[in-house]
């Protein structure tokens, strides 16, 4: 297949030029490298992901309409679905490694149970879900800060500085009166201060290189 324009020929089953858009002349003829086979079911997999979302959404409603909920809880309940559904594509597309895969599974935790707590007002998700979400994923991090070291933070440097800021989100719970209990909020954030000290103290060059490149502008 010629491209006119860009003066190229392409083997395959290719309908336009993939650098210009334009159409192509000529007969197709095989490629030499075979087919990639796994956009196939990467593509099966983002249609049957958006028709279980739709279905998702309307159990939601549905679910809502049915109970008499309100319309904040239906439409935190939407978003919930929502925030996974960009999750799961995520990982479907892009094929992220599994630390990676981990520290966004935690912001979404940490997403869905604020948008819960926005919902329904319930104090106990703000006293110890939240809290309790921040500290497990503050301990994970730690983990593997000391095990990892400078390749972890070269990896994963923002998703430590989202762990950070979130293990101090339940402290604004606490300011806001949205808690019960204050202790859980302050061990938390206590937790955060500590991997603060503990990337400065074995991984503090490589975390200025990496902020550095963050930061830049």
């Known amino acids: 297949m010629h491209c006119d324009r860009c003066q190229l020929d392409f083997t395959g089953q290719l309908d336009h030029c993939p650098?210009?858009?334009?159409?192509?002349?000529?007969?197709?003829?095989?490629?030499?490298?075979?087919?990639?086979?796994?956009?196939?079911?990467?593509?099966?997999?983002?249609?049957?992901?958006i028709a279980l979302t739709l279905v998702g959404l309307a159990l939601v409603i549905f679910a809502?309409?049915?109970?008499?909920?309100?319309?904040?809880?239906?439409?935190?309940?939407?978003?919930?679905?929502?925030?996974?559904?960009?999750?799961?594509?995520?990982?479907?597309?892009?094929?992220?490694?599994?630390?990676r895969m981990v520290q966004r599974y935690f912001l979404v935790l940490i997403a869905l149970a604020l948008l819960?707590?926005?919902?329904?007002?319930?104090?106990?998700?703000?006293?110890?879900v939240v809290p309790a979400i921040s500290a497990i994923a503050l301990l994970v991090n730690g983990v593997l800060v000391v095990l990892f070291r400078n390749t972890f933070v070269q990896g994963y440097a923002k998703y430590l500085l989202y762990e950070l800021v979130l293990g101090l989100v339940p402290l604004a719970l606490v300011a806001a009166g949205m808690t019960t209990w204050a202790?859980?909020?302050?061990?938390?954030?206590?937790?955060?201060?500590?991997?603060?000290v503990l990337m400065l103290t074995l991984t503090r060059r490589q975390l200025a290189d990496e902020l550095r490149k963050l930061f830049h502008a």
């Not at 109970?67 to 904040?72: F, H, Q, R």
């Not at 439409?75 to 599994?98: K, M, Q, W």
């Not at 819960?116 to 110890?128: E, I, K, M, N, Q």
Request: aromatic share 8%; proline share 6%.
């Open 116 to 128: 819960f707590l926005l919902a329904t007002g319930d104090r106990s998700v703000a006293t110890y």
């Open 183 to 196: 202790v859980p909020s302050i061990i938390t954030a206590i937790g955060a201060l500590l991997l603060l």
């Open 19 to 49: 650098l210009c858009g334009s159409a192509l002349k000529g007969t197709p003829v095989p490629a030499v490298f075979p087919e990639n086979e796994w956009a196939r079911p990467k593509k099966l997999a983002r249609r049957s992901l």
């Open 64 to 99: 809502g309409v049915l109970g008499g909920a309100s319309i904040v809880t239906i439409v935190a309940g939407c978003a919930a679905v929502l925030i996974s559904y960009v999750f799961v594509r995520n990982v479907v597309v892009h094929s992220p490694s599994f630390l």
